[in-house]
């Protein structure tokens, strides 16, 4: 039987940040004020049931290797007795570009850490300083080498609709992320949090927010640039939440099921691509894969009805299949012009 994996979060909400990113404000988006001291760290280990789940235990939240040395080897140590003890496997950690060094690789390396993620955000340097980024794009590809160099497995997060940014440099920045080969990928289209610098100039209007409908029409765009380089996409949006389905989130693309969405419109396309060049008024039969049957039709048929009216077709019908994930099957058309009343198979 293979183990189930699960993750012990740790959120040590801007600690080791140098700058306010614009958009940024942990502890509404965590959800958690304070961070987690290294003796709270050790009880909850401690405090872990023995169990055949897989664990990791992530550092979120702040940049792990910008906060004091000594602050980091508290923590650190603590995973490290959970990494002896059993109960963890693994431990993973989020931190800036510009906070990776040999030193600091050699030092995680001691402890036991994995998975090192990479906030890049962009890969755009103007789109990185109006963000209040503070580091380059140079920045990203260099602590990528190291890292993939040293051993590590590499995460890499991105952000769509910063100030600044545009579609293509979205796209942009996506190509060159996957050309520095990560194990995975986070795509996080900008929401706009209350007490942030980003709230600031939106209620100026001095930023225009990402809707919830442009995160979706870009990221379909880059959900297949990364499958197409076997990168997983891991997050896609923001984690929902009370705090910011409460209010929190005050514009942008925030949405408690934006990947679903994404992934919805994806399959859209896909559709689409097989109803070029059906004459108008057409009956058509498609069938979508069991377990993405309702990514197919989208939320509240909205798929069916977009493709209806973007090929006039009389009617589309979305069917399942038993086939693997992505693979759509155009089963019958039954064009206008056909008056006997027979149906073309596929």
Known sequence: MSARASVVPVFV??????????????????????????????????????????????????????????QQLMLLEAARWGLRAGKIQTIRLSTRPDAIDGAVLDRLHDYGVETIELGAQSMDDEVLRLSGRGHSAQDVRE???????????????MMTG???????????????????RPQG???????????????????????????????????????PLFDAAAIPVIRLGLNPTEALSSG??????????LGELVKSRVLREKMAVLLQGLPAGSRVLLAAPERQLSQALGQGRCNVQALEERFALRELKIVSHTGEAGQLRLLSVEKPDQTDGKTQRI
């Open 162 to 180: 910063l100030p600044g940014d545009t579609p293509e440099k979205d796209l942009k920045t996506a190509r060159e992320l996957i050309a520095l």
């Open 185 to 223: 990928v986070r795509i996080y289209p900008t929401v706009v949090v209350k007490d942030t610098a980003l709230f600031d100039l939106w209620r100026a209007g001095k930023y225009r927010a990402q809707s919830v409908e442009e995160a979706v029409e870009i990221c379909a765009k880059l959900l």
């Open 248 to 257: 929190d989130a005050v514009a942008g693309a925030y949405h408690p099921a």
């Open 13 to 70: 909400p801007h600690l080791g940040c140098p700058h306010d990113c614009v958009f940024c404000n942990q502890r509404r988006i965590a959800g958690q004020e304070q961070p987690l001291g290294a003796s709270e760290l050790l009880a909850l280990l401690q405090a872990l049931d023995e169990t055949d789940e897989w664990r990791q235990l992530a550092f979120y939240g702040g940049s792990f290797t910008a906060i004091p040395v000594e």
């Open 143 to 157: 602590a990528s080498r190291m890292i993939c160099e040293a051993g590590f497995s590499l995460v890499l997060q």
